[in-house]
């Protein structure tokens, strides 16, 4: 799924890439993981509140309503994979 924040043009300045998946990584609709894929935001609105923005899309979508933890991979470190509880997650 591919969640988004627009600005008063309606144009995209914002995007989450994201789904839901099982113990496998397998897509599940209601599935106990939410695996993050890409997040994108704009130069010109990188504050800390689009990301809670984009974060609250995904932790309100109703696919989502069963999933107890959220994890995607960290580039920046040899694609280490960051695991956190969902709750913990909407916190950020």
Do not use: C, P
Not at 7 to 20: H, K, P, Q
Not at 34 to 57: A, F, M, P, T
Not at 67 to 89: C, E, I
């Amino acid at each position: 799924m591919i969640s988004s924040l627009k600005n008063d043009g309606g144009f995209i300045y914002a995007y989450i890439e994201w789904s839901v998946v099982n113990d496998l990584g397998q897509h599940e609709n209601f599935g106990k993981f939410v695996w993050i894929n890409d997040v994108w935001i704009h130069g010109s609105y990188r504050k800390k509140e689009e990301l809670r923005n984009l974060i609250k899309l995904v932790y309100d979508h109703e696919f989502t309503q069963n999933s107890q933890f959220v994890y995607w991979s960290r580039g920046k470190y040899s694609d280490r994979q960051s695991l956190y509880l969902k709750k913990r997650f909407k916190r950020s």
